[in-house]
């Protein structure tokens, strides 16, 4: 499949903007117990899959549209830089296009994906910390992730945003698996490749610098 289809399939970043994670780029979708928070649409996604592997490629855009809010908020709020976070769910969409054959079950497509998506939001963000970037709080992309409107935004959920531009990467992404999208620690296992003992201590651990930071940010 090639790659000059991603700007059809990814051209459209509004949930950048307004709607507002080991899988192996490219592994199979079928394995054991491969759910994970995000919408299910059971046979809605099978069917999709069915057809685009049978040469309708345009049907690709409706797991795109299906996918995209989600996996953009997530990719925003890991990286804290709306074109970072763009990179990253561009690359693992067309990841996914790639290797679409190699999903068995495509009932499961988006846990697969999600999967993806965890590794290259870790490749980009390891990318812009070589280049010098250290995570910065991108105050347009992360104000527009939430999911109620600007105006039902409150003071409080914009200090946990900045809160958690403070975690490593390594905290920051456990606790968004469990505590925003609502994973289970044999799920983000799966998605990680991390140990549950070792998710649990991450998701801890950033709970308790969370609670520092915030107590911090009281004070000021």
Known sequence: MAADLQVAFVRD???LDHGVTSAVAGGRC???GARVGIDSVGTSDAEVVRRVLA???GAYAALVARYRDRLARYAVHMLGNREDAEEALQDAFVRAYRSLERCDDGARFGAWLYGILVN???TTGARAARRGRVFVRDDVALN???HSSVAEQTEGEDVVRWA???LTPEYREAFLLKH???L???????LTGAGVSALKMRVKRAREQLQVILREAERV
Request: with cysteine; charged share 40%.
């Open 13 to 15: 970043t509004s949930a």
């Open 30 to 32: 079928d394995a054991p």
């Open 55 to 57: 040469g309708d490629t």
């Open 120 to 122: 290259r939001c870790r």
């Open 144 to 146: 527009g992730v939430a």
């Open 164 to 166: 958690l531009a403070r």
């Open 180 to 182: 925003v999208e609502d």
């Open 184 to 190: 289970e620690y044999e799920e983000m296992a799966r």
